[in-house]
């Protein structure tokens, strides 16, 4: 088994014991805000629900590609993703790579420039189950 499957086998496992409003987001679900999104956009339409989206959410196009933001504030124009849990691991293992092997706090910060629902736990999966060969620095690091 490698180590994207060992991960993704323990991150479902936690992820289904969630409830239904934690900040991990299946590929259906990020789909679902996106269109929500552009209804609301289109409709000019403002309910609550309409509201609660709009100020969590933002959307970005990339290409041809809508990506949900955080939404962009004046003071702060760096962008921040949303990304499904599909592609979790993937930036995990970039991330890692590119900070050195760093452990879980030098990772937590790099996500946290870049993604708003990569928790602590999904950074503490990955290095549980890093596969590189300074395995055993990535493991003391993240103690």
Do not use: W
Request: charge should be positive; charged fraction near 25%; aromatic fraction near 10%.
């Amino acid at each position: 088994m490698t180590s994207r499957e060992k991960f993704y086998e323990f991150f479902y496992k936690i992820v289904n014991e969630k409830n239904n409003n934690s900040v991990y987001l299946s590929a259906v679900k990020y789909n679902k805000i996106v269109s929500e999104i552009k209804n609301v956009r289109s409709s000019g339409i403002k309910s609550n629900k309409a509201h609660r989206i709009l100020k969590r959410y933002d959307l970005i196009t990339i290409g041809e590609e809508d990506k949900l933001i955080l939404p962009l504030l004046e003071s702060n124009t760096n962008i921040v993703y949303y990304i499904t849990n599909e592609n979790i691991y993937d930036v995990l293992h970039d991330v890692h790579l590119s900070i050195g092997h760093g452990g879980k706090h030098r990772m937590n910060a790099e996500v946290k420039k870049k993604y708003k629902n990569i928790t602590q736990e999904a950074v503490s999966i990955y290095l549980k189950f890093c596969q590189s060969k300074l395995f055993i620095i990535c493991t003391i690091l993240s103690v």
